[in-house]
DNA sequence: CAGCATCCAACTGGATACTG
DNA sequence: CAGTATCCAGTTGGATGCTG
């Protein structure tokens, strides 16, 4: 809705060139949160069934869990597989599309390790200012 | 809290390799929510003043424009100056350890680009299906 | 101008019970 | 096993009014 009308003499006033908005922030949005990221990187590993991945992410709920699963599946970043079995059984897999998520999630997770410590000093002489 | 104990014997237990996990985790979810990633891209092309950064960023409230630059100087990656003037004037600028996030957003957002349109074809696939 | 404080509606996510 | 359905408490975030 922002800077539709592209009024010239207000500079400034659009988004800063690299920012992510729209349909690109609401995919990020579906993908970086926390059960998101968690389901993709063990599917990278190996395909899952529905109880292994709720045993194997620890503290999601079989409500979160679907959600997940589902949204993910929509995305086509997994792909979910019924195995004809009794009882019944379902495989979930990461797709081609999901494993180009490797790079970012590495990008980032090199971020974080390499500038945690350093975030964390500076938490505590915020914390410490604000006392 | 899970893995600490890398016991051996229990194969597929412990969070993925590459998984995301506790204070980086949490690390991330300060950082790459929707203000926070538009606040961050804006001030990396310069500083700005608290009503101008409101006006910019459209949507936000002033709640959550104090809420998230907070945030964001907490953990070190925005400075927050008083000019001394009257009527009080505040500046908000990047540190240069926010600008280090200037690779990881960019990763993202090349991702989103390049993918953006495989996702939607699969989101009307499934959508179809589900009608 | 740059906030803080408060109220409240909407959404999120956990717990629980039930089904093919 | 792999879910769906429901209830409900806790959190989020917008709107509003006030201050130095």
Known sequence: MAGT???PGTPG???APGTIVGPQRELLDQILDKWGQL???SL???PRRFNELKRE???ITQKSLTQALRRLERNG???RQVLEQRPIAVE???TPLGRTLDKPFLTLLAWTADHLAEVEQHRDAYDADNR
């Open 39 to 41: 389901l993709l990187t």
């Open 77 to 79: 970043l997994v792909e």
């Open 44 to 46: 990278c590993q190996q």
């Open 5 to 7: 009308s592209t009024k």
């Open 92 to 94: 979930y897999r990461i």
């Open 13 to 15: 006033d659009q988004a």
């Open 57 to 59: 992410i620890d503290g």
